[in-house]
T-cell receptor, first 114, second 115 residues
């Protein structure tokens, strides 16, 4: 595998379900990011991790819970989501967060909340 | 408050002609400006960037122009090819006084290049 991978690519979940999104980067980077892209809206930064430490939480509701066990893996745990949370969730990585203008993105997970 | 705006949702161009994608921003503290390209079912991929101290950067068929006084940047693709058909995102970066930086994206412009 090369670059940034995300699984699953598509996810449909009910509002009472608990699910997790997974991101893995094979670039040797130290910073990882979660973004949300809703229809006809710009990408919105959700979380930033630098060397496994969370350095940014962009006022994201607690029903989204990130986890970064090491610099290569990033998870987004989801529980009791709302239909308006349906969106494309993108993971990205960069060498470190100080050089976050060079971000490499995964293909995204298309999430539908029913 | 949207700091980076792409006012044209879509652009249609004939193959071989020039494509010009535009972007406006409001924050004069941005340090870098970037263009990302996104194909369906793929994540955005970095295309070209420009530092805020420059006014032009060229890479093959792609040139980015920055007009700081107008807070405007543009991406020129010459000549346009059908494979350039994608969504193009303008993004701006600033360290913002933190130990890390932050990318702010525009809404994207769908470019269609017709054969």
């Amino acid at each position: 595998e090369t670059g940034v991978t995300q699984t699953p690519r598509h996810l449909v979940m009910g509002m009472t379900n608990k699910k997790s999104l997974k991101c893995e980067q094979h670039l040797g980077h130290n910073a990882m990011y979660w973004y949300k892209q809703s229809a006809k809206k710009p990408l919105e930064l959700m979380f930033v991790y630098n060397f496994k430490e969370q350095t940014e939480n962009n006022s994201v509701p607690s029903r989204f819970s990130p986890e970064c066990p090491n610099s290569s893996h990033l998870f987004l745990h989801l529980h009791t989501l709302q239909p308006e949370d349906s969106a494309l969730y993108l993971c990205a990585s960069s060498q470190d967060s100080g050089r976050s203008y060079e971000q490499y993105f995964g293909p995204g997970t298309r999430l539908t909340v029913t | 408050d949207q700091q980076v705006k792409q006012n044209s949702p879509s652009l249609s161009v004939q193959e071989g002609r020039i494509s010009i994608l535009n972007c406006d921003y409001t924050n004069s503290m941005f340090d870098y400006f970037l263009w990302y390209k996104k194909y369906p079912a793929e994540g955005p991929t970095f295309l070209i960037s420009i530092s805020s101290i420059k006014d032009k950067n060229e890479d093959g068929r792609f040139t980015v122009f920055l007009n700081k006084s107008a807070k405007h940047l543009s991406l020129h693709i010459v000549p346009s090819q059908p494979g350039d058909s994608a969504v193009y995102f303008c993004a701006a970066w600033t360290a913002g006084g933190t130990s890390y930086g932050k990318l702010t994206f525009g809404q994207g412009t769908i470019l269609t290049v017709h054969p």
